[in-house]
């Protein structure tokens, strides 16, 4: 939305979604150049996508009207154009809240979630200190420990997807490729924009299918041995499964965990 009020007004020039994606992209089209959008400060902005994930982005935004589309009559030719709209305005100003989160494609999601989560290990890098000061600080404020996770570069051998074969994955395909590459699953229930009782469903799903299921995506230590706990002591005594409810789950939730803790515990 900034990237449209630049090109819109403060250069005072008319804007379709091809072009704003390749002016967040970054492109070096001789067009770009001539109109001086190269720079603003929010080219190439989005230069990690490309222009057709933006073109989805804007698309996604068009759909809950934080920008809308109308007519330019420009001689002989009429074409859409972009333009905020007031609650657009209003939420990029930050003078109202964002009360509907865009739908954007699960793919579209992933990187960028991987995005966000590269960017914080180069910040973790860059500034130690100061990365100090606010893990105390979530520890002292929040009451949450944060974990340091040593991951490895996400790079794949494999031949990429197509979009066809993307297509026909199953959901479950989308939480699978953030939990390998150490996204909690706290974590894939805001990028994904499901619920934990959802993807634990996809889950599931996926050890029936045969995926292999790894422990730490699912369970704390300290989860995963109070359910063992629970449910031999429910064995042996007839009860009590009451203290398998935690607060932040709902009963399903809590009953998925146990189905995948038992599934878990026969391999």
């Given at each position: 939305?900034?990237?449209?009020?630049?090109?819109?007004?403060?250069?005072?020039?008319?804007?379709?979604?091809?072009?704003?994606?390749?002016?967040?992209?970054?492109?070096?089209?001789?067009?770009?150049?001539?109109?001086?959008?190269?720079?603003?400060?929010?080219?190439?902005?989005?230069?990690?996508?490309?222009?057709?994930?933006?073109?989805?982005?804007?698309?996604?935004?068009?759909?809950?009207?934080?920008?809308?589309?109308?007519?330019c009559?420009?001689?002989?030719?009429?074409?859409?154009?972009?333009?905020?709209?007031?609650?657009?305005?209003?939420?990029?100003?930050?003078?109202?809240?964002?009360?509907?989160?865009?739908?954007?494609?699960?793919?579209?999601?992933?990187?960028?979630?991987?995005?966000?989560?590269?960017?914080?290990?180069?910040?973790?890098?860059?500034n130690?200190?100061?990365?100090?000061?606010?893990?105390?600080?979530?520890?002292?404020?929040?009451g949450?420990?944060?974990?340091?996770?040593?991951?490895?570069?996400?790079?794949?051998?494999?031949?990429?997807?197509?979009?066809?074969?993307?297509?026909?994955?199953?959901?479950?395909?989308?939480?699978?490729?953030?939990?390998?590459?150490?996204?909690?699953?706290?974590e894939?229930?805001?990028i994904?924009?499901?619920?934990?009782?959802?993807?634990?469903?996809?889950?599931?799903?996926?050890?029936?299918?045969?995926?292999?299921?790894?422990?730490?995506?699912?369970?704390?230590?300290?989860?995963?041995?109070?359910?063992?706990?629970?449910?031999?002591?429910?064995?042996?005594?007839?009860?009590?499964?009451?203290?398998?409810?935690?607060?932040?789950?709902?009963?399903?939730?809590?009953?998925?965990?146990?189905?995948?803790?038992s599934?878990?515990?026969?391999?």
């Amino acid at each position: 939305m900034s990237g449209l009020a630049r090109i819109t007004i403060e250069r005072n020039f008319s804007c379709g979604k091809t072009l704003l994606a390749q002016v967040l992209c970054g492109s070096g089209s001789q067009r770009i150049t001539e109109l001086r959008l190269d720079t603003i400060t929010t080219y190439a902005r989005l230069s990690c996508y490309k222009q057709k994930d933006v073109v989805a982005m804007v698309e996604a935004l068009l759909n809950i009207g934080l920008i809308r589309q109308e007519s330019c009559e420009n001689g002989q030719y009429h074409r859409p154009v972009l333009a905020l709209s007031d609650r657009g305005n209003a939420v990029m100003r930050g003078t109202q809240p964002l009360e509907v989160v865009p739908q954007f494609p699960p793919m579209i999601l992933y990187r960028l979630g991987v995005e966000m989560r590269a960017s914080q290990r180069i910040s973790k890098v860059e500034n130690p200190e100061k990365n100090e000061i606010n893990e105390r600080h979530e520890r002292n404020e929040i009451g949450f420990q944060p974990k340091l996770v040593q991951t490895s570069p996400i790079v794949s051998a494999r031949t990429p997807l197509t979009g066809e074969e993307l297509e026909q994955k199953p959901d479950y395909f989308w939480t699978f490729q953030l939990l390998e590459r150490n996204f909690s699953l706290e974590e894939c229930v805001i990028i994904r924009n499901r619920s934990k009782t959802e993807l634990l469903e996809g889950i599931l799903t996926a050890m029936d299918d045969g995926v292999q299921v790894r422990r730490q995506w699912i369970f704390s230590s300290e989860r995963w041995q109070k359910i063992r706990e629970t449910l031999q002591n429910g064995m042996a005594q007839g009860g009590e499964f009451d203290a398998l409810q935690e607060e932040s789950n709902s009963a399903t939730t809590n009953m998925l965990e146990v189905m995948i803790y038992s599934r878990l515990n026969q391999i």
